[in-house]
């Protein structure tokens, strides 16, 4: 199940941190990410989707 309106971008961005802290590779996490999102009511922008990768995968 995805996120719910109003938490779509604080869970899109803790799900990604932790794929992330697993060791999940950057490929397979937009993967994962895209079914996240599509499960997510409504589903995020790409624009914001990407926003919030660039801001995740940037810190190392």
């Known amino acids: 199940q995805g996120a719910r ?3 779509r971008n604080n869970d899109t961005n803790r799900i ?3 794929w992330r802290k ?3 590779d950057n490929n397979h ?5 895209r079914t996240f999102n599509n499960r ?6 790409d624009d914001e989707l ?6 995740v ?3 190392k």
């Open 50 to 55: 990407a926003t919030i990768w660039k801001s």
């Open 57 to 59: 995968f940037k810190m």
């Open 29 to 33: 996490c937009m993967d994962l990410l």
């Open 40 to 45: 997510t009511s409504p589903p995020l922008p």
């Open 16 to 18: 990604l941190h932790y």
């Open 5 to 7: 309106k109003g938490n």
């Open 22 to 24: 697993i060791g999940i």
